[in-house]
């Protein structure tokens, strides 16, 4: 291919439907940099997506777009990724999405290690819904289903999936919008699971977790001394130390992916001759005769 | 005497190998030419807890069991107290009595009785104590005089592939059987002899499998499923063949992610399907919901059991047939597709795929315990009666712009193009959309994208499997019913005739969209109808009575007691109420 895309080619002519300065935006602009950076084609690109203000952004992401049910993106997202797997598949959602309604597919999605790039747009809240406590809303957080401060403990997302198997594990932050790209890059060009989860402020009803919370609350983990994302156990002291939010590729590794493991043929599942086979198909009868 | 018409029961302890030997005795009968209906009844446990397999064996296929049991062979005291009232009146039971011995008051004396040490033997003579049903098996084969080298045979074909210790082991078994009943009851005759008939080309095969496999040469190359009694067989099926033809299987972590796998799949363009029964098809529904309205094929096959909740997960029941039709919240359209027999249900799946592939929605094919997890015998499946159309499907460049994926068409079916497609990108929304997908909340476009998609229950019309009419189509006596009914249904049919009552059954093969124009002509005339189902409110009583009002003369014959029927049990509710016009509510479950 010798064209040269640019993140235009990704843009939808339907105009992005969030709040003025969401977070959100940030994610949506380095993702279609992303692809353009990679050379991806939009055809050859299947987005997928859950419910609430992040799964909006399937519609405005020029490529085959699904905006399906409520926190159902990674089993769509995988099977469309055995369907062909010549396809790059991403699949995006909040962290309601993802890690509420979701959570039991999130686990799963990370052991099963197929290769897609799933990206969950933290904002501590639930926008659409106007303002509740999501699974990340920190204890205390006060809103109208939480009027005397949220009671649950915040769910650390990335330390889950490292602790099922997860195989690349990074965090960016929707207001470093060229290592945000660089991350998105590196997690889609990775051969297995990518889980990008993207600090991505709600301006409207998180007062708290704001751009300049964020600001002072985050740091590059490769910016440490002893930093090193292919170490398990120190990965999983960063994610869960006290203080600053780690960003960047917090842990990544090499393991055979799910479609290696279910030996898919290397011709894509959709491209299989349904009719050619027909006499081998009719031998099957005989172990019934 | 001959009596080529025999229903064999095996009872005993669940993880006792009843099943394996049952299945063993399926293919003997089989070898013998005789027409096979097997029924599993089966607790839901892995060890323990009363299980029995009952085998039907007879020269016309009968679909379904038998109005009693022939021959009863129990391996405990369980199996006979359990089931000796439902014995034929000169059957017979081979009893276990290695360490029970049964009361006087169970010992019917109306039926024969062998009482065989199986254990003991097994143990002490045989020397492995695994070995007591195929042990039985020689007693049972020697009493309704079965060829020994047909049943030696089946022995060694069984257990081939673990080694010839275990073939002769067990081919000494079924010798040692015979030598029992020669020694000790020569002048006890069963009064069955069973006479071998050419086996001829046919087929012995449970639904289920008919099911997998009918899929599998529809195209169907994705399998996402989440196990599931009684529907895991078709996952385990698909897990086995799919991939040896380019597919895959995928086991998900629960229902939710199997329906939405068969969907991203579908939208990626392959033929996929789930299965399921009861409590995963509750789960299901929310997405069954997206696939009608993104109006991406899908089949999924509903294994129904005895609900509510967790019910009687190994028992068969018809009580999931609301769910499939109304679950949900909006409006979709959606085809209901129940095949009568196993052979059928390879043709049913099959056609499944075309019908949602052609017209782009979801596709259930609803069959239950008795139907799926049954072995019947059949004739060899004819594969060209399986076409694979991809219809709308688009795969060649379109012209991004101009190009609507959900354009809207007489038809209702819009072009659908396929990720990899130039051209072809588009938002598949579960919001509503217009015709190009973009999401819109404009009333007009609702008006209209809801009559395009609702448009297809009318074109589909001529694409869906009609119903059959079995006996005089002129008869006054109307019977109605599907599945896994069919069977003592069409021999229902047979046996009133024979006793001078005519009557006719309509088979239903595609309950939605409802065939109101078929079930008007069937009962036109009608003087009594019964309408034959397995729950208790009449769930496809009330489908019927949308078509033709409250009717003095239609009775519900219904049974819920996870049990399927057994002719006489609908022979008995059609004489009952044929003559005096009373309207009773027949129920005949086993009380």
Redesign the interface.
């Given at each position: 291919m010798s064209v040269t895309l640019t993140p235009k080619d990704f843009a939808?002519?339907?105009p992005a439907w969030w709040c003025a300065g969401c977070g959100d935006y940030g994610v949506l602009s380095a993702l279609k940099s992303a692809l353009a950076e990679l050379g991806k084609t939009?055809?050859?690109?299947?987005f997928?997506s859950g419910?609430g203000c992040s799964g909006k952004i399937?519609?405005y992401v020029?490529?085959?777009?699904?905006?399906?049910?409520h926190?159902?993106a990674?089993?769509?997202?995988?099977?469309?990724k055995?369907?062909?797997h010549?396809?790059t598949v991403i699949a995006a959602g909040g962290d309601g999405d993802g890690y509420a309604i979701g959570a039991?597919?999130f686990?799963?999605a990370v052991r099963r290690n197929a290769n897609i790039t799933y990206i969950v747009m933290d904002n501590q809240t639930y926008g659409l819904t106007k303002g509740q406590s999501s699974p990340t809303s920190a204890t205390g957080y006060v809103t109208g289903t939480s009027p005397q401060g949220n009671p649950d403990a915040p769910i650390n997302g990335l330390a889950v999936a490292l602790a099922a198997g997860g195989s690349f594990l990074a965090r960016g932050f929707s207001a470093h919008p060229k290592k945000l790209v660089d991350l998105l890059v590196a997690a889609i060009e990775h051969d297995g699971f990518s889980v990008v989860e993207v600090m991505s402020p709600c301006v409207t009803y998180n007062k708290i977790n704001t751009f300049a919370w964020f600001k002072e609350h985050t740091y590059y983990a490769d910016e440490r001394p002893g930093y090193d994302p292919a170490n398990r156990a120190h990965a999983f002291d960063i994610m869960m130390a006290e203080g600053p939010i780690p960003l960047g590729i917090l842990y990544r590794d090499a393991r055979p992916t799910l479609e290696t493991l279910?030996?898919?043929?290397a011709?894509p599942?959709?491209?299989?001759?349904?009719?050619g086979?027909?006499g081998?198909?009719?031998n099957?009868?005989n172990a019934?005769? | 005497m001959v009596w080529n018409d025999v229903e064999i029961m095996f009872g005993g302890q669940a993880g006792d190998g009843s099943l394996t030997t049952g299945d063993l005795i399926a293919g003997i009968l089989k070898r013998l030419g005789l027409e096979i209906y097997t029924y599993k009844d089966f607790p839901s446990r892995i060890r323990g807890g009363h299980t029995n397999y009952v085998i039907r064996g007879s020269e016309h296929a009968n679909y379904g069991m038998a109005d009693m049991v022939d021959v009863l062979v129990a391996f405990d005291l369980e199996a006979v107290s359990a089931h000796v009232d439902e014995m034929r009146p000169g059957g017979f039971v081979i009893f276990d009595n290695s360490s029970e011995t049964v009361p006087a008051d169970l010992r019917r004396s109306d039926v024969t009785w062998y009482d065989v040490p199986l254990a003991k033997i097994a143990k002490e003579e045989l020397g492995l104590a695994l070995v007591r049903n195929t042990l039985a098996l020689g007693v049972l084969a020697k009493l309704l005089g079965m060829d020994p080298a047909v049943v030696r045979a089946a022995v060694t074909g069984v257990y081939e592939r673990k080694g010839e210790k275990v073939v002769a082991i067990n081919v000494a078994a079924v010798d040692a059987g015979g030598a029992y009943v020669e020694r000790h009851y020569a002048e006890w005759p069963s009064g069955y002899g069973l006479r071998a008939r050419p086996d001829g080309d046919r087929l012995l095969m449970m639904g289920n499998d008919a099911i997998a496999y009918g899929s599998l040469v529809a195209g169907c190359r994705f399998m996402a499923g989440y196990p599931i009694t009684p529907a895991t067989d078709v996952l385990e099926w698909m897990a086995k063949y799919a991939p040896r033809f380019g597919g895959v299987t995928i086991q998900a972590e629960d229902e939710l992610a199997a329906i939405n796998m068969t969907l991203g799949a579908s939208f990626a363009g392959v033929r996929a399907m789930t299965a399921t029964s009861g409590p995963g098809q509750a789960l299901m529904t929310e997405a069954i919901g997206l696939a009608g309205v993104l109006e991406i094929p899908v089949v999924v096959v509903e294994c129904a059991r005895t609900g509510p909740s967790t019910g009687m997960p190994t028992k068969t029941e018809q009580s999931n047939l609301n769910h499939l039709i109304f679950s949900g919240h909006g409006e979709i359209p959606r085809v209901v597709l129940a095949p009568g027999t196993v052979e059928d249900s390879f043709y049913i799946a099959a056609q499944a795929f075309d019908i949602a592939e052609k017209y782009q929605c979801p596709v259930f094919v609803l069959t239950e315990q008795a139907l799926c997890q049954s072995k019947a015998t059949l004739p060899r499946l004819d594969l060209d009666r399986v076409k694979v159309e991809r219809e709308k499907m688009q795969l060649e460049p379109v012209e991004f712009g101009a190009y609507q994926r959900f354009a809207d068409t007489p038809d209702g079916v819009s072009p659908r193009t396929i990720p990899g497609v130039e051209g072809g990108m588009h938002l598949a929304p579960g919001s509503e959309h217009s015709p190009s997908g973009v999401i819109t909340e404009n009333s007009k476009n609702r008006t209209r994208m809801m009559d395009k998609r609702m448009r297809k229950m009318e074109s589909m019309h001529d694409d869906l499997p009609r119903g059959i009419v079995h006996g005089d189509p002129n008869a006054p006596i109307a019977i109605l019913g599907y599945g896994s009914n069919r069977g003592p249904i069409a021999e229902s049919l047979d046996r009133l005739a024979a006793r001078g009552t005519a009557a006719k059954f309509f088979e239903f093969r595609t309950l939605w969209p409802f065939p109101e124009d078929d079930v008007r002509a069937f009962l036109a005339g009608a003087e009594h109808i019964f309408v034959v189902e397995n729950n208790y409110s009449g769930q496809l009583e009330r489908l019927i009575r949308y078509v033709t009002g409250p009717l003095e003369s239609m009775h519900p014959v219904r049974k819920y007691d996870g049990k399927p029927f057994r002719p006489i049990e609908i022979i008995g509710a059609v004489e009952r109420f044929a003559s005096p016009d009373e309207r009773v509510l027949v129920r005949v479950n086993r009380t």
């Open positions: 939808t002519a339907t939009p055809e050859n690109v299947a997928v419910i399937s519609g020029h490529s085959y777009a699904f905006h399906g049910v926190g159902r990674l089993p769509v997202a995988t099977a469309v055995l369907a062909n010549d396809l039991g597919h686990m799963h279910l030996h898919l043929p011709t599942v959709v491209a299989a001759d349904l009719t086979v027909r081998e198909l009719d099957l009868q019934y005769a | -």
